[in-house]
């Protein structure tokens, strides 16, 4: 377990406000490989732009040791998500019914919900950073979000690899039934989890 204190979070939006942020961010992520090509291609190349249009926000987990070392990031966002009505159980209809809406026509929930859009550990980063410890860190910061605002759904979207979901799952994460296609033709599993 990654100790408090040796990490913090730097919210991109923040360090691109800061005079030369841009330079040291470029910097930061040279350094940053993660086993998925898209989502360091994201890190590298489109997490400003997205950040500037305030599509999303990116995070970067950095180590405190005075080197700024990206250890992982994430990227959040605020969407939209259809949640049939088969896929959850009374309880969880209840407390979705609460900030969602039922949609008759669909036999769905229409819930506003946090988008964890991107999500990987830095694999060339020399202090090791375990996927668990990232996703605590995320949902920390998707609470701080959700006591600012309402709801209490958190959902991503990830490919059709066994590893992959079975990390997702063992980190209280649920199958919804939609599968959708990527804007690069990948099939994508949607999974929600309730915080």
Known sequence: ???EN????????????????????????SSFSSINKDVEQFFKEKA??????NTSSTY???????????????????KMLTIKTNSLSKTEQKQISRFGYYDEDS??????????AQFSKNFSSNIRLNGSDLMDIVLKQVKNVLNLTSGKTVF????????????????HFKFLDN???SKNNKEMLQMYRLI
Do not use: H
């Open 48 to 53: 400003i732009q997205s950040c500037r249009l």
């Open 107 to 116: 036999q769905s929930y229409k819930v506003p919900a946090i988008l964890i």
């Open 6 to 29: 040796s990490f913090e979070i730097i919210r991109l939006f923040e360090l691109l406000d800061m005079e030369g942020g841009e330079e040291l961010f470029t910097k930061m992520a």
């Open 156 to 171: 991503l979207e990830c490919e059709k690899i066994k590893k992959l979901t079975d990390f997702y799952e063992s980190q």
């Open 1 to 3: 377990m990654l100790q």
């Open 179 to 181: 599968e959708i296609l």
């Open 60 to 78: 970067i987990v950095v180590s405190t040791d005075g080197a700024l070392e990206v250890l992982g990031y994430f990227t959040l966002a605020s």
